[in-house]
């Protein structure tokens, strides 16, 4: 007789790789096709991960402080569950320097990566019937976590014609009295735009009105090179409670050291009353933590880092994202309605009727691994059908490579 078991699958796992851009980029890949005779270089414009690339390796000052850290034997204990004072003082105050007022220590509590803070502040923030407003196109993993935990992902546009700014009439629509928080990404992923000062005040007026939290993910904070500086959304933080998403990840180009952080930006008070820094440190109780001696080293990476260090940094990115885009101009089935100005990253449309046996964005970007060992990621992985999201924080010469690739598969493709 066969055994049985009473094991059955998680409908939501099961459904969740459609969710995520890993996910999508594992099975672009496996379009390709290996040939020993003739091996093409895979060229990544699909990740946004530059840290394998010489031009963009983090400074060695932030690799002796993790070095130290380590060599030091202070760090091999457990941290504290919001994570090791040292390092909450580090980084309130490093976040301070663009406020209008001084985080506290006990307003940041660390986190595994801007990944696990979105995975608890979702959590959180979870209560039966509640639903938080996303941006489209958008961060899926934003709704992968808020479907794992109960809570209703809605979708507010970005308008592109805009510069992709918030469409605060739509966001207004879709609002109800079971709306608990709305997330915007700024400097922004996928779309390579930055807010203004003005549209951020808009936001916080509008997000004060419908009575919900603001959660700003802003881990490509100060990786701009257009018109327009960063500015945190914590600088609105006495008109609408802000909770900041945040890692070292992007800045200093050390993702895999998955050190990250949620900020309250909360002067009033706000977040305290409604009890949700209660829920957070609850949460934080029965989760994992950073690893220690990244948490003891956070002191030493943010005061010893030189600023020709992000300067270089930015003009790197600021050099690519031209290339990219004077690029992209060349192509007929592609449309870029903005030059990127921030982050690493541009989202560009792909006119279908242009090319003779493409389906769809999957299946271009399929093909184009399959044909060219060029990946790149389609808009259905961030919302936006038949749009591609392009990454220009690679090395320059093989994004040179990879974009003239693009355009001679265009070519072959077209009708």
Known sequence: MEQKWNFKPSSTLLDASSLSVRGVLCRIMGHMESDANDPKPVIPLGHGDPSSFPCFSTTPSAVDAVSNALRSGKFNSYAPCVGVLSARIAIAKYMSRDLPYALSPNDIYLTNGCAQAIEIITSVLARPSANILLPRPGYLFYEARA???????????LVPEKGWEVDLDGLTAIADENTVAMVIVNPGNPCGNVFSYEHLAKVAETAKKLGIFVITDEVYGHLTFGSKTFVPMGAFSSTVPVITLGSISKRWVVP???????????????LKHTKVVDCLKSYLDISSDPATFIQGAISDVIANTNEDFFVKTVETLKMTAEMCYNKLKEIKCI????????SMFVMVSLDLSQLADIKDDMDFCCQLAKEEHVIILPGCAVGFKNWL????????????????KLKSFCEKHAK
């Open 335 to 342: 449309n870029c309605p903005c030059k990127p100005e921030g």
């Open 147 to 157: 479907v794992f935990v109960g809570v209703e992902a809605r979708y507010f546009d």
């Open 256 to 270: 895999g050291w998955r050190l990250g952080w949620i900020a309250l930006n909360d002067p009033n008070g706000i």
């Open 389 to 404: 999201r392009i990454t220009h924080a690679i090395e320059p010469s093989s994004l040179d490579d990879g974009l003239s």
